[in-house]
């Protein structure tokens, strides 16, 4: 502020001269603040010094509500001066981590979102002590993996969901008509105001005391209530042709995506010696093979869990839930932290048995029983083999003990090991419904998919009828052996 006779930036455009008036004091002055209690110790707000004068800010004068709308402007000042010292600003980068903690200050809501989005990106979270994202910026011709990079992924989302349409539509369609698979023909509910309101309002299946009540509401006898809600359940059961079109459409990419996989991490040396994926960590360039496998396998993840409402409803639906978004973050932060290395192994590792449930459920559709069988028990022992041996004891062993000779835990390290234990859990939780299925298959007890296929609905319209002409035991008909009770 020396010798300057332009205005000050303070509301209320004074000049350098009347700096008093706003409350600026003459920096060669020795006087105490006015808001000073004599010991330099402040008793009110602490103003930043004076944008163009240079002078340190002290009392504002009389209360009123221009001073204290100055007050605010002021302090909204300081705040952006923080943020500028602290690498928080827009106009500052974004790779620059917080070294101080934000301003007390309440900012608008653009400069609150950049102080978050500058925290969450901070590199104690995502990388080990001691490197900063400038460390993985593209240089000498090498690429390294960026956060920006997965835009494209919701994207090809859409798209994934558009080449379904026309995969189901124009290959899924033919193939089941070349299998022969065959719809059965079920009776519809016929049309009753009451019955379908509770249906609608209160539950798809009634208990006895409920069906006797609107056995009397209706005008039904209770025999015609229960046929009534059996028929109405089947009519809102996937078709067998629906199921065999999803499972043809899964079956595709999976067998693709596995192939794809091998031939991007067979000729890694990291594929023969998990040491190796660490190797140079987190200085380590990005592959365009690595690129394209990443992206394409969260593109169709993504794909996966918008269209899951839509799909068919399975047992497991909410763990089915709890894997695609476990899954989706996994593979997220993989490339965000550049373990990319352990991320392409990890993905072809679950791509290795998928293809083969998915080929098990085709061929149940169509009713070759002997064939559905056996695919089923190859995938059992690939599914067993690969997520409950070689996962743990290999491929989280990797993650979890390789990466501390290098460099001290830190967040991420922690983050992505603890996703990785609740994708195991959901591994043992189906393993046990495969190990059952797996069980009845050998012993010829099968009668309902353990694993994926089973739908909360009653029996079908053929087994009334055999109930009714056929013998029971406990109740239900008796199945042959390796015939499903539903499909």
């Given at each position: 502020g020396e010798g300057e006779t332009g205005l000050c930036p303070m509301p209320g455009g004074a000049n350098v001269e009347g700096k008093e008036e706003l409350g600026c004091a003459d920096p060669t002055a020795g006087a105490a603040s006015p808001r000073s209690n004599g010991d330099g110790d402040s008793a009110g707000l602490l103003l930043p010094p004076c944008a163009r004068c240079g002078a340190p800010e002290?009392?504002?004068?009389?209360?009123?509500?221009?001073?204290?709308?100055?007050?605010?402007?002021?302090?909204?000042?300081?705040?952006?001066?923080?943020?500028?010292?602290?690498?928080?600003?827009?106009?500052?980068?974004?790779?620059?981590?917080?070294?101080?903690?934000?301003?007390s200050v309440f900012l608008p809501p653009p400069s609150m979102f950049q102080t978050l989005y500058s925290y969450f990106w901070w590199e104690r979270l995502w990388l080990p002590a001691n490197l900063t994202w400038a460390d993985l910026e593209d240089r000498d011709g090498r690429v390294y993996a960026k956060a920006s990079d997965l835009y494209i992924t919701l994207?090809?989302?859409?798209?994934?969901?558009?080449?379904?349409?026309?995969f189901e539509t124009y290959v899924a369609t033919p193939l089941a008509g070349l299998l022969n698979v065959k719809e059965k023909i079920?009776?519809?509910?016929?049309?009753?105001?009451?019955?379908?309101?509770?249906?609608?309002?209160?539950?798809?299946?009634?208990?006895?005391?409920?069906?006797?009540?609107?056995?009397?509401?209706?005008?039904?006898?209770?025999?015609?209530?229960?046929?009534?809600?059996?028929?109405?359940?089947?009519?809102?059961?996937?078709?067998?042709?629906?199921?065999?079109?999803?499972?043809?459409?899964?079956?595709?990419?999976?067998?693709?995506?596995?192939?794809?996989?091998?031939?991007?991490?067979?000729?890694k040396p990291w594929f023969y010696d998990?040491?190796?994926?660490?190797?140079?960590?987190?200085?380590?360039?990005?592959?365009?093979?690595?690129?394209?496998?990443?992206?394409?396998?969260?593109?169709?993840?993504?794909?996966?869990?918008?269209?899951?409402?839509?799909?068919?409803?399975?047992?497991?639906?909410?763990?089915?839930?709890?894997?695609?978004?476990?899954?989706?973050?996994?593979?997220?932060?993989?490339?965000?932290?550049?373990?990319?290395?352990?991320?392409?192994?990890?993905?072809?590792?679950?791509?290795?048995?998928?293809?083969?449930?998915?080929?098990?459920?085709?061929?149940?559709?169509?009713?070759?029983?002997?064939?559905?069988?056996?695919?089923?028990?190859?995938?059992?022992?690939?599914f067993i083999v690969t997520r409950l041996v070689i996962l743990p004891f290999w491929i989280m062993h990797c993650t979890v003990v390789y990466p501390l000779d290098l460099y001290p835990a830190f967040f991420g390290y922690y983050f992505f090991n603890f996703m990785m234990v609740v994708l195991?859990?959901?591994?043992?939780?189906?393993?046990?419904?495969?190990?059952?299925?797996?069980?009845?298959?050998?012993?010829?007890?099968?009668?309902?998919?353990?694993?994926?296929?089973?739908?909360?609905?009653?029996?079908?319209?053929?087994?009334e009828e055999a109930a009714k002409n056929g013998p029971l035991s406990n109740g239900h008909p008796v199945l042959n052996n390796n015939h499903r009770k539903t499909d």
């Open positions: 002290v009392g504002l004068g009389a209360p009123g509500p221009a001073r204290a709308l100055q007050t605010v402007l002021v302090a909204l000042s300081r705040g952006r001066r923080d943020q500028l010292q602290a690498g928080t600003h827009p106009r500052s980068s974004l790779a620059t981590a917080p070294s101080s903690p934000p301003p994207p090809l989302a859409f798209l994934f969901l558009v080449i379904r349409h026309l079920r009776l519809k509910a016929t049309p009753n105001a009451v019955l379908e309101k509770f249906y609608a309002a209160t539950t798809k299946h009634p208990k006895q005391a409920d069906v006797e009540m609107l056995s009397k509401k209706s005008g039904c006898t209770v025999r015609q209530v229960e046929r009534w809600f059996r028929r109405r359940r089947n009519q809102d059961r996937p078709s067998l042709l629906k199921k065999f079109r999803e499972a043809s459409w899964r079956f595709t990419f999976y067998l693709i995506a596995f192939i794809a996989g091998m031939a991007v991490i067979v000729d998990l040491r190796e994926v660490w190797k140079g960590y987190p200085i380590q360039s990005m592959l365009p093979s690595q690129y394209w496998y990443y992206m394409i396998e969260l593109s169709f993840y993504w794909s996966l869990l918008f269209s899951i409402a839509s799909d068919v409803k399975r047992k497991d639906f909410k763990e089915q839930i709890i894997h695609h978004v476990a899954t989706i973050i996994l593979i997220s932060f993989s490339w965000f932290a550049n373990y990319i290395r352990a991320g392409t192994l990890i993905m072809a590792l679950h791509d290795s048995s998928d293809y083969l449930l998915e080929s098990a459920k085709m061929f149940n559709y169509a009713g070759w029983r002997n064939t559905c069988n056996n695919i089923f028990i190859v995938f059992a022992a690939v195991q859990s959901l591994h043992i939780f189906w393993a046990y419904l495969i190990i059952r299925m797996a069980q009845k298959f050998i012993t010829g007890k099968v009668v309902e998919d353990e694993r994926s296929d089973r739908e909360e609905t009653d029996n079908s319209e053929e087994e």
